[in-house]
Each structure stands twice: as structure tokens, then as C-alpha cells.
């Protein structure tokens, strides 16, 4: 193995749409820590471009940061427990996970706002429509954990949920710090901010392919003033179609059995998350 000092520390590794971005944001505002901005994605879909393009990644850090990565796509990915386990044994991991039908729902919206995809979510969210199969199956948390954990001893993966990040945002990123080896810090701005939320205001569609090539020349200009005023004339919130009670409810009974293997698995009340109890997860994680 080459390139192992610039090979990160610790990997945040899903799930998609389970508010991984904030928890990105929070770190990278971390003095201590670096994280590259995108998604590296080495270990599942560029693995084959080798580990000088991953090293890559980091070529920015700061001597004596931590260096880690979020790839959210990482946690479904069959192949990635065993690549990583394979370049970096003893790395710590981190997951945070959410209720598994706005996961997919969350998904859904994402790729209907790019364009990506059309019709309602009865076109996509059900097991006879799977052409993103993605939207059913990285929702299935307990199959993808136990690769994991094939892979990796259980106390190297923390496990996060949604609602820990609701009910006690500090406490999650401090937790989390402990967990990776980095100076305990969070930022209240970031925790304040809002990360790919599906209420966000976004310019039409077709304006957005068109400036899609000056992606990176606009990136900077977003906190003038005057950029901001004038994109606010002309962005606007997207109405997506929604999640119908019959749908939701179809997707809560896909899940159930897989949430029930989940709870077992993370010592964790998520039933809630499919109506199996009365709505759980009061209670942060044991501190």
C-alpha cells in the first residue's frame, strides 16, 4: 500500500439523505479535522481509479489535522466494507441513520428536483417500479450494517440517528469527536444551518442545467449581496408530489422487518420508525 500519510483517519459512510451534509459541515468547521469538501466516493464507485486519486483528496490539509471523509454512498455498497477494511483496517466509522421512508422519500425528491426523474414517488418507491433501486434498498440499514460489521469490529462503528441530531445536536458532534480522535468543538452557525433540505428554494430547472458548467466560477459569488438578492428574485420552492398515506404506509410495512433486525442490531428503539410501537426515540444515546 502506497500514499497511507495521506489516507484519511476516519470516514463518515451514510447513509444517502440521512443528514450526513450537517454532520460534514460540522467537522470540516473543526480546526483539528480536515475533510474534503466533495464526496470522494473512492471506495464505491472510483475504486478503480487507484489510491493516488484518493490521496489526492487531502493534498490540502494542514500538518497535525485529523483527516477523514464523508461518502455517503459508502454504508449500501456491497463492495465497500471489504475495500476498505482491506486499505485501512482500523479506521473509525460513522453512520447516522434515518427514519428509512423519509430516507427514501428524501432520495425520491432529490432526483425529481435534478430532473433525473419523473412522476410521482408511486412511479419510483415501490419494489415493481426499481429502476432506481437505490430508493428501496439503501433504506435496508440492518443488511448493510451486518457487511459491515463483517468487516469491522462493532466498537469501530458509531451509530447515530436523525433524532439524536434533532434532540441533541452538541452532544452528537462532541460524541462523535471522541469517537474519530478530534478536539471536541461544535459550531453553533453550522448547527443553526439547514443542509440539503427539501423546503430549500431552488432557480428553474432549466437554468440550473445552463449555469451547470459555471458551477465552480458562481460557488464564491453566493455571499455577495447583491448574487444572493438577485437569486432570491428568481428561485423558488419546488413543489414536489407528495407521499400519499396508502405509499407511506406501504413502505413502512417493505421496512418493518429489516427496522425490527436494525433495533436488535444498534440496541436502539426504531420501531417507531414503521408504527411498531409509540413514536420512539425520545432519549438520545447513552452519553
Not at 83 to 89: E, K, Q, Y
Not at 130 to 144: I, K, N, S, V
Not at 179 to 208: C, I, K, Q, W
Amino acid at each position: 500500500m502506497t500514499y497511507t500519510s495521506t489516507l484519511p483517519d476516519f470516514a463518515i459512510i451514510g447513509a444517502v439523505k440521512g443528514a450526513t451534509t450537517w454532520l460534514h459541515a460540522q467537522l470540516r468547521a473543526n480546526p483539528g479535522v480536515f475533510l474534503p469538501a466533495p464526496e470522494p466516493h473512492f471506495f464505491s464507485r472510483e475504486y478503480h481509479q487507484g489510491f493516488r486519486f484518493y490521496a489526492e483528496f487531502f493534498e490540502d490539509a494542514q500538518p497535525g489535522q485529523l483527516l477523514g471523509e464523508k461518502s455517503a454512498d459508502y454504508l449500501a455498497h456491497p463492495l465497500a466494507p471489504a475495500r476498505m477494511a482491506a486499505a485501512l483496517p482500523d479506521i473509525p466509522l460513522v453512520v447516522q441513520l434515518r427514519n428509512p421512508v423519509d430516507r427514501a422519500y428524501s432520495d425520491y425528491k432529490m432526483l425529481y428536483r435534478r430532473g433525473t426523474i419523473r412522476g410521482g414517488p408511486e412511479a419510483h418507491l415501490t419494489k415493481a417500479a426499481g429502476e432506481h433501486r437505490r430508493f428501496l434498498e439503501d433504506g435496508l440499514y440492518a443488511m448493510h450494517l451486518r457487511r459491515w460489521f463483517d468487516h469491522f469490529p462493532r466498537h469501530r462503528v458509531k451509530v447515530l440517528l436523525y433524532e439524536d441530531v434533532k434532540a441533541d445536536p452538541e452532544h452528537t458532534v462532541r460524541s462523535v469527536c471522541r469517537h474519530v480522535g478530534a478536539p471536541e468543538r461544535y459550531t453553533p452557525e453550522v448547527g443553526a444551518r439547514r443542509f440539503n433540505d427539501g423546503s430549500e428554494r431552488f432557480l428553474p430547472l432549466g437554468m440550473r442545467r445552463l449555469l451547470a458548467p459555471l458551477k465552480s466560477a458562481v460557488k464564491p459569488l453566493r455571499t455577495n449581496p447583491a448574487f444572493a438578492k438577485a437569486r432570491s428574485l428568481l428561485a423558488r420552492e419546488i413543489a414536489y408530489p407528495p407521499l400519499t398515506a396508502e405509499l407511506r404506509q406501504r413502505l413502512m410495512d417493505f421496512y418493518a422487518d429489516d427496522v425490527t433486525q436494525l433495533g436488535d442490531l444498534i440496541g436502539r428503539d426504531v420501531g417507531g420508525w414503521v408504527g411498531l410501537d409509540e413514536p420512539p426515540l425520545r432519549q438520545v444515546a447513552a452519553r
